[in-house]
């Protein structure tokens, strides 16, 4: 049991770091919503166009309304960038 304690201690201590290296930059997030989600460039994301992108994907819709969902913080039915690079 100690000895599994161990490794799990272990696995959390060498993965933080991992984590914090993998994480999205805010270029790759970045690149990511003006090449992927931003179809028309108009410098937000509309829910079609983030639905569409990750159907694409083969996203399942559901997932990708609760996640434009979460992106949207003021509520407003668009991403800005701002927004897309703020959400963890
Ligand atoms: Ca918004």
Redesign the pocket.
């Given at each position: 049991m100690i000895k599994f304690n161990s490794i799990l201690l272990l696995l959390i201590l060498v993965s933080a770091p991992l984590n914090f290296i993998f994480a999205d930059s805010v270029e790759a997030k970045t690149k990511r919503f003006e090449k992927s989600f931003d179809k028309d460039s108009n410098g937000?994301v509309t829910k079609d166009e983030f639905v569409q992108t990750r159907t694409k994907w083969g996203r399942p819709e559901a997932e990708s309304h609760k996640f434009f969902n979460y992106h949207?913080?003021?509520?407003?039915?668009?991403?800005?960038l701002e927004?897309f690079t703020a959400s963890k």
């Open positions: 937000v949207d913080k003021d509520k407003n039915g668009e991403i800005t927004e």
